[in-house]
C-alpha cells in the first residue's frame, strides 16, 4: 500500500474551476491504477475518475466533459482537472490507489481533500 497526499481543495464560485492533486510515495507509482473518489454530504463515497498505467480514463456520467483525470509519473502525482463546477460537485475528494487487476478495489486512500462550490 502507498502514502497518498491530496491537495488543491477549497471554495469557489459555481462556474469555477479547481485542481487536485495526489502525491503518492512508497508504490511504483508507473504501473499501478489511481482514482479520484468524492463523498458528498448524505451521501456514500462514490468513483468519480480513474486511470490506468497506461492512461486510459473512465469517468462518471456526472463530470464527463468536465473534469479531467491526468497523471505525471515523474512526480509520483495524479491530478484532477475540475471546470464547470457545481454546487452539486461540493464533497470531500479521495484520492486512491486501485488493485492493478481490479480498478474497483481500492488498496489504498488518501486523507481527503474538502472542495466547496458555492452558487
Known amino acids: 500500500q502507498g502514502q497518498l497526499v491530496e491537495s488543491g481543495g477549497g471554495v469557489v464560485q459555481a462556474g469555477g474551476s479547481l485542481r487536485l492533486s495526489c502525491v503518492a510515495s512508497?508504490?511504483?507509482?508507473?504501473?499501478?491504477?489511481m482514482g479520484w473518489y468524492r463523498r458528498a454530504p448524505g451521501k456514500q463515497r462514490a468513483m468519480v475518475a480513474t486511470?490506468?498505467?497506461?492512461?486510459?480514463?473512465n469517468y462518471a456520467d456526472s463530470v464527463k466533459g468536465r473534469f479531467t483525470i491526468s497523471r505525471d509519473n515523474a512526480k509520483n502525482t495524479v491530478y484532477l482537472q475540475m471546470n464547470n463546477l457545481k454546487p452539486e460537485d461540493t464533497a470531500v475528494y479521495y484520492c486512491?490507489?486501485?488493485?492493478?487487476?481490479?480498478?474497483?478495489?481500492?488498496?489504498?486512500w488518501g486523507q481527503g481533500t474538502q472542495v466547496t462550490v458555492s452558487a
Open positions: 486512491a490507489q486501485l488493485a492493478i487487476s481490479d480498478l474497483q478495489r481500492v488498496v489504498s
Open positions: 512508497g508504490i511504483i507509482f508507473n504501473i499501478v491504477p
Open positions: 486511470i490506468t498505467s497506461r492512461g486510459d480514463t
